[in-house]
C-alpha cells in the first residue's frame, strides 16, 4: 500500500511537467567519415534522434575533423515560430518562420547542413513556440557510440592513399625502377588552420609533438599545431627540402570529406589523380636521397627572367613536342626516323647564341627530373589498375574511386610544350627501342642529358636508320631553328598587338579618357650598392598578366599593364595600370605596409606611401630585404593587427592631397564588421548558419561561401579607438540604399551599428569597408555590402620618445681588420643595415623611458653566398645609454681530403664521398686530380662529430673505408651558426681495384 501510494505521488508531481512540456521530435542522418577503435577509416550513415534511445550501441566511432552531412525533419503537436540547432553553443543552422509550423526539413533548402566539428559534438536542437515557450532536444546517434574528436586536422583520405602506395611500392616498385621504394620516405601533410602532420620523417621541425592517437597508417606521426616556416602551393603536391630531408608535400584540400551525393569539387578523375601524384612525388622525394651523380648545368638567372626568354622557350618545347609527338605516334617508319633526326639535329646543333642554348639547357635540366618522374608515374599507375583487385578494398572508402580499373591515359601527355612531355617522350621512345634507360641511369647517375642518350642507341636500334653527316644534321638544324624562330617572331607580333592595346591605352590617358596608377618598390640603398643591378634601359612592354614576389612585396596583376625592363632584369619594381576614371581601388594599412586590390590586381607594398600627379596616383614603396623578419603579408595569419579596408575611385584619391588619402586610416582605430546568415559551401554542396569575418577572409572557417537567394543577412560594426573622438558609421545595402547609421558628434572610444539586407543572387560574398556613399557596380556575381566609415582626428598630448644608442664594431677574423658592409640587422626596431668603410655601424633606437627596451642584435658577414660565423646579441637599451660591443667574423671551412689508387688506377670522380652525422648526410664532390671537398655545392658541416666515408663502384678495398673527423666550433660566443674557421683534412684514402681479366691481371 505504501508504495502505492509513493507511486501515485510520482505521477501526480510530474503530470504538470509532462502537461508544459511540448510534443516534438527531431530525427535525421549524419553522414561522413569516421575512425573505428582499431584505427580503420570508414563512411557511415547514421541516424540521429532526439527521442530516448534504449537500445544499447552496437560499434563505436571517432569523430574526424570534418563536415558531416546532415538532414532532419521535426514534428510537433504545438506551432513552432523558430528553430536552431546547436554544436555545443555555436548555433550552426537557423531559422525564423515567418508564420508558424507544425513540421519540417532540416534544413528547408534541398541541400544538406554541414555539421563540423570544429565547433563541437554534442549537438541539439532548440525550438521556440508561438506561445513563448521553449524545448531543447539532444540529437543522440541510435546504434552507435561516438568517441572523442582526434586531433589531426587533416584530409584523413590521405593516410590511406599513402598507406596503400607505401604497400605498392614496397611490392612493386623495384620492378618500375631498380630500388625504388617508399620505405624511407617522409611526408607533410598540411591541415587545418596552419597544422602540418610530419610521417616518419626522421628531423619533424622544431615545435613537432608525438601523435600518439588512432591512424589508419601505421607510423612514426608527428604534428604542429601552427607551424609557418613552410608555404606550400595551395593546389600541388611537391617534394621540397624539410630540415635537411627531401620530403612529400601535400597540401590541404578543405572539402576532402565531400560525399558524391552532393555538387562537390571532388570526382573521379580528381580521386585518380591524387594516387597518381603521390606516386610522382614518392619518385623525387626517393631519386633526391640516392648518391646519383646529377646534371650540372649552370643558368644565369638575369636571362631565365627576361620576357624574351620566356617566349624563346616556350616556342622551342612547342617545336620539339610535335616532333617527338610525330615520333611516338606514326606507324611510317622513315617519317619517324625523319622526326627523330630532326630533333636530335635541333638539340646538338643550337645557334651560336647566349639565350638559345641558355634555353636549351634549361630543358635539357627540367626535363631529365620530371620527364623521369612523369613517365614512370605514367608506369606505376598503369601497374596499380593492372592489380586494382588487391588495393581497391583497402581504397574503396572514398566512394568516388571506381570499383573497376580504368584507363586512362598518361598525364604527361596533356603537359604539352612542356618538359614533363618532352622528357617522357624520350623515355617512351628508348623504352620502345628495348633500351634498359633505368638500369642506365641507375648505375651511371643523371649525368647524360636524355637526348644524348637517345643519340647513342638509335643508330643500333632503329629500324632502317641512316646516320648522317656532320653536314646534313647541321642544315636540318638549321631548318628546325628557323622554325623556332618564325614561330617566336608570330608570337612576338601577338605581344605587339598588346602592345597596341596598351598605346590605344596610353592615348585615351592623354585624351583625358582615363587616368593611371603607377606602382613601384625600391630596394635599400646599401643593398643596390652590394649588388647592384645591371643598367637597363627604361623602357618595357605591355603585357597581360604579371605575377611578382620579392620578400616582402607582392604584385600580383591579371588585365593590361606596362611592366618596365627595370623589373625583370634589376632590383625594382615598376608596373603601370591604366584604369577608368570611377574604377574603385580598396586599401588598407598595416603599420607602414599597404594593401591594395582592385579589378584584376592585389599589391602588397612595403614601407609604402603615396606621391600624387595631375593624372597619375603612384604608389610607391621600399623592401625590407635584409631585415631578416618575416614580411607581414607572410605574418598576418597568426599576429597582423586586423586592419580596415577602405574604397575610394582613383579620381577621388587624384584630387585629395598625399596626405588626406594617408589620414583617411587614422591611427589607433580599429573596425570589425561580420555578416550572419545561412551560406552555402560549393566545395563541398553544404549548407551552415556561419558568422563571416566581413574585412579578413583569413578569419573565416575554410571554404567557398555563397550568399542564398532571398536569405536575410545581418551586417555588424564596430569601429573603436585607442583615444576619445568623433565618429559616424553608415552601412550600405546591396542595390546602394542605407540600411543603418550611427554618429557620435561628441568624442567617444566605441560606436557600433547594425542592418540586415537580402541578398538577391546566389553568388560568392565578398564585404569591403567603403570611403564613399552610393552603389558601385561590379561586372561579375558578388553580393556588395558597402561600410561608410568617418573619423575625425582627435589629438592628445604624447611625450616625446626617449632614445638609446647601440654602437657595433665589426672585424674580419682572418685579417683583425674592419669588415665593412657587414650585415647589422634589429628585427624589433625593423632595422636592417650595414658597417661603414670603418666596420662601425651606429643607431638610436626607441626606449621605454621607465623599463629600458629589450632588442636582438644580428651580425652577419657581408657575403651572402659564404657561409661565415653569424654572432648575436641580446641587450637591454635604456633611455640616453649607449650599448657598444665588438664582434669577429670568421668564414666558415668544409671537410676535405683526397683520394689515391693503389695498383691500377682509376677515374677519382667515379668515387663518392659522403660526410654523416646522425641523420644528417652531406655529398662532396671529386676533383680530377683526387681531392674532394663536402659538401660539393655550397655550404659547409656545422660543428660536431661527423664520419667521412668512400665508396667506389668494383673497388677490391678502400683503406680505410671511414673516418671519424671533428669539425670544430671556432665561433666566438654568441654564434648561431657554429662551424670551423679552417678546412677539417679527412686525411687520404686509398682504392684498390681489380685488374683487367681478374685480381692476378690473367
Known amino acids: 500500500m505504501r508504495r502505492w501510494l509513493l507511486m501515485v505521488g510520482i505521477v501526480s508531481l510530474l503530470t504538470p511537467w509532462a502537461k508544459a512540456q511540448p510534443s516534438v521530435t527531431v530525427h535525421g542522418t549524419l553522414k561522413g567519415y569516421f575512425l573505428t577503435p582499431q584505427g580503420e577509416l570508414v563512411r557511415r550513415k547514421i541516424p540521429l534522434t532526439s527521442s530516448p534511445v534504449s537500445e544499447p550501441p552496437k560499434e563505436q566511432l571517432h569523430l574526424l575533423w570534418a563536415g558531416y552531412y546532415f538532414e532532419g525533419w521535426f514534428k510537433s503537436a504545438q506551432p513552432i515560430k523558430s528553430l536552431t540547432v546547436f554544436a555545443d553553443s555555436q548555433p550552426i543552422w537557423k531559422r525564423e518562420f515567418p508564420k508558424s509550423v507544425l513540421q519540417g526539413a532540416v534544413p528547408d533548402l534541398k541541400l544538406p ?38 586531433t589531426l586536422k587533416i584530409d584523413w583520405l590521405d593516410l590511406v592513399r599513402i598507406k596503400a602506395v607505401k604497400n605498392f611500392l614496397t611490392r612493386y616498385g623495384d620492378r618500375l625502377f631498380p630500388g625504388w621504394n617508399a620505405a624511407r620516405i617522409p611526408f607533410a601533410l598540411q591541415g587545418e588552420g596552419g597544422q602540418w602532420v610530419f610521417i616518419n620523417h626522421p628531423k619533424p621541425p622544431k615545435g613537432a609533438r608525438r601523435y600518439r592517437g588512432l591512424s589508419p597508417l601505421k607510423a612514426d606521426i608527428w604534428v604542429i599545431d601552427r607551424w609557418l616556416a613552410f ?247 638549321q631548318n628546325a631553328w628557323k622554325q623556332v624562330e618564325e614561330r617566336s617572331a608570330v608570337l612576338k607580333q601577338a605581344e605587339e598587338e598588346v602592345q597596341g592595346r596598351g598605346f590605344e591605352e596610353f592615348l585615351k590617358r592623354s585624351r583625358g579618357e582615363k587616368v593611371g596608377l603607377w606602382v613601384k618598390v625600391e630596394f635599400p640603398k646599401d643593398f643596390l650598392t652590394r649588388f647592384p643591378p645591371p643598367k637597363v634601359p627604361l623602357d618595357g612592354w605591355w603585357q597581360e598578366n604579371l605575377d611578382v614576389s620579392v620578400w616582402d612585396c607582392q604584385v600580383k596583376v591579371r588585365r593590361l599593364c606596362w611592366v618596365s625592363q627595370e623589373t625583370m632584369q634589376s632590383l625594382v619594381v615598376r608596373v603601370y595600370l591604366p584604369m577608368e576614371k570611377d574604377e574603385v581601388l580598396w586599401f588598407r594599412w598595416h603599420e607602414h605596409d599597404l594593401e591594395v586590390k582592385g579589378e584584376g590586381f592585389e599589391l602588397y607594398l612595403p614601407q609604402a606611401h603615396f606621391v600624387k600627379t595631375k593624372e597619375c596616383l603612384w604608389l610607391v614603396g621600399q623592401s625590407r630585404s635584409l631585415s631578416g623578419e618575416n614580411p607581414l603579408w607572410a605574418r598576418r595569419v597568426t599576429n597582423m593587427k586586423r586592419a580596415v579596408w577602405l574604397a575610394a575611385s582613383l579620381t577621388l584619391l587624384l584630387a585629395m592631397s598625399s596626405n588626406e588619402v594617408r589620414a583617411q586610416v587614422p591611427e589607433g582605430v580599429t573596425v570589425t564588421a561580420t555578416i550572419t546568415g545561412n551560406f552555402r559551401d560549393a566545395d563541398t554542396g553544404q549548407i551552415a548558419y556561419l558568422t563571416l569575418d566581413a574585412l579578413d577572409e583569413t578569419n573565416n572557417p575554410p571554404g567557398n561561401w555563397h550568399t542564398i537567394v532571398d536569405e536575410q543577412y545581418t551586417l555588424s560594426v564596430t569601429m573603436e579607438s585607442t583615444e576619445p573622438q568623433p565618429m559616424s558609421i553608415t552601412l550600405l545595402g546591396f542595390g546602394g540604399q542605407e540600411l543603418a547609421r550611427a554618429e557620435s558628434t561628441q568624442p567617444t572610444q566605441r560606436l557600433s551599428v547594425q542592418g540586415q539586407d537580402t541578398s538577391p543572387y546566389g553568388c560568392q560574398t565578398k564585404h569591403r569597408v567603403r570611403l564613399e556613399a552610393g552603389p558601385r557596380h561590379f561586372p561579375t556575381c558578388q553580393t556588395i555590402w558597402g561600410i561608410w566609415l568617418a573619423v575625425e582626428p582627435y589629438h592628445v598630448p604624447v611625450p616625446p620618445p626617449q632614445f638609446g644608442t647601440v654602437v657595433v664594431h665589426v672585424f674580419d677574423g682572418a685579417t683583425g681588420q674592419p669588415l665593412r658592409g657587414a650585415g647589422i640587422s634589429i628585427p624589433e626596431a625593423g632595422i636592417s643595415d650595414v658597417t661603414n668603410e670603418q666596420g662601425i655601424w651606429t643607431g638610436k633606437l626607441q626606449v621605454d623611458p621607465k623599463k629600458g627596451t629589450n632588442y636582438t642584435i644580428n651580425i652577419s658577414s657581408p657575403y651572402q653566398s659564404i657561409a661565415w660565423c653569424v654572432i648575436q646579441r641580446k641587450i637591454k637599451l635604456y633611455a640616453q645609454g649607449t650599448y657598444e660591443t665588438r664582434a669577429w667574423l670568421w668564414e666558415h671551412r668544409p671537410i676535405v681530403g683526397r683520394i689515391q689508387f693503389e695498383g691500377r688506377p682509376g677515374d677519382p670522380q667515379q668515387a663518392t664521398v659522403k660526410a654523416t652525422k646522425g641523420d644528417q648526410t652531406l655529398t662532396g664532390v671529386v676533383n680530377s686530380d683526387g681531392s674532394f671537398v663536402i659538401p660539393g655545392y655550397g655550404g659547409t658541416p656545422e660543428a660536431g662529430e661527423w664520419i667521412v666515408t668512400v665508396t667506389y663502384p668494383g673497388a677490391l678495398s678502400v683503406d680505410p673505408p671511414s673516418r671519424k673527423v671533428v669539425v670544430p666550433n671556432n665561433c666566438q660566443v654568441g654564434a648561431i651558426r657554429p662551424g670551423s674557421h679552417s678546412p677539417v683534412d679527412a686525411g687520404v684514402f686509398t682504392i684498390k681495384l681489380p685488374f683487367p681479366g681478374g685480381p692476378g691481371g690473367g
Open 231 to 477: 608555404s606550400p602551393h595551395p593546389e600541388a603536391a611537391e617534394a621540397p627540402e624539410i630540415e635537411r630531408v627531401s620530403t612529400v608535400v601535400l597540401p590541404f584540400r578543405p572539402y576532402w570529406f565531400a560525399l558524391p551525393d552532393y555538387d562537390s569539387q571532388r570526382n573521379a578523375q580528381e580521386a585518380l589523380m591524387r594516387l597518381a601524384t603521390i606516386l610522382h612525388e614518392c619518385f623525387h622525394a626517393w631519386y633526391a636521397q640516392q648518391p646519383f651523380q646529377r646534371l650540372a648545368v649552370s643558368l644565369p638567372h638575369s636571362e631565365l627572367a627576361t620576357n624574351e626568354f620566356t617566349r624563346l622557350f616556350s616556342v622551342l618545347k612547342s617545336v620539339e613536342t610535335e616532333l617527338l609527338n610525330q615520333a611516338l605516334t606514326t606507324q611510317d617508319i622513315d617519317r619517324r626516323n625523319e622526326a627523330l633526326q630532326r630533333f636530335l639535329a635541333l638539340r646538338r646543333f643550337p645557334p651560336d647564341k647566349p639565350e638559345y642554348q641558355t634555353a636549351l639547357k634549361a630543358g635539357q635540366t627540367f626535363e631529365l627530373a620530371e620527364g623521369v618522374a612523369s613517365f614512370l608515374e605514367d608506369q606505376a599507375f598503369k601497374l596499380l589498375m593492372e592489380r586494382w583487385h588487391e588495393y581497391y578494398p583497402l581504397l574503396s572508402v572514398d566512394p568516388f574511386l571506381p570499383k573497376q580499373k580504368v584507363h586512362l591515359s598518361a598525364r604527361w601527355r596533356s603537359y604539352l610544350n612542356s618538359h614533363y612531355f618532352t622528357g617522357a617522350a624520350q623515355l617512351t621512345l628508348l623504352e620502345q627501342f628495348g633500351v634498359d634507360w633505368k638500369q642506365h641511369l641507375r648505375t651511371a647517375g643523371f649525368r647524360l642529358t636524355l637526348d644524348e642518350l637517345l643519340s647513342k642507341v638509335i643508330p643500333s636500334k632503329a629500324v632502317a636508320w641512316r646516320p648522317l653527316s656532320p653536314d646534313e644534321e647541321s642544315k636540318i638544324a
Open 113 to 150: 547542413l554541414q555539421i563540423h566539428t570544429r565547433y563541437g559534438d554534442l549537438w541539439k536542437v532548440r525550438m521556440v513556440f508561438e506561445d513563448g515557450a521553449t524545448a531543447e532536444l539532444p540529437l543522440r546517434p541510435v546504434g552507435v557510440q561516438f568517441k572523442p574528436v582526434l
